[in-house]
């Protein structure tokens, strides 16, 4: 059974960073892309960034030399570095696994989600 577990959210000013973590169980860590996906109220859920079994990334444009995914030596964790935080970073931040298909940032390509971690940046 998959399961992912997200932590690391919290509340920050404009300019401040944080570091979300997504433990991962459950599967063969090394055959999963994993990505992480943010939903702000009223608003699709987005991808942010995800990372692939070779270690390549992808990053969505509004957080491209801000944001960076990475994950632990036993690709079982994911971390996403997050600096220069702005108020419209605001949001429910998922962390996703599946199967690699690129491109990595469509949410319809993930069956695996953690429960999400919030992330408030205020002005």
């Known amino acids: 059974q998959v399961q992912l577990v997200e932590s690391g959210g919290g509340s920050v000013q404009s300019g401040g960073s944080l570091r979300l973590s997504c433990a991962a169980s459950g599967y063969t860590y090394s055959t999963y892309c994993m990505g992480w996906f943010r939903q702000a109220p009223g608003k699709e859920r987005e991808g942010v960034a995800a990372i692939d079994t070779d270690g390549v990334t992808s990053y969505a444009e509004s957080v491209k030399g801000r944001f960076t995914i990475s994950q632990g030596n036993a690709k079982n964790t994911v971390y996403l570095q997050m600096n220069s935080l702005k108020p419209e970073d605001t949001a429910m931040y998922y962390c996703?696994?599946?199967?690699?298909?690129?491109?990595?940032?469509?949410?319809?390509?993930?069956?695996?989600w953690g429960q999400g971690t919030q992330v408030t940046v205020s002005s």
């Open positions: 996703a696994a599946d199967r690699c298909s690129w491109p990595l940032l469509r949410r319809f390509e993930y069956n695996y």
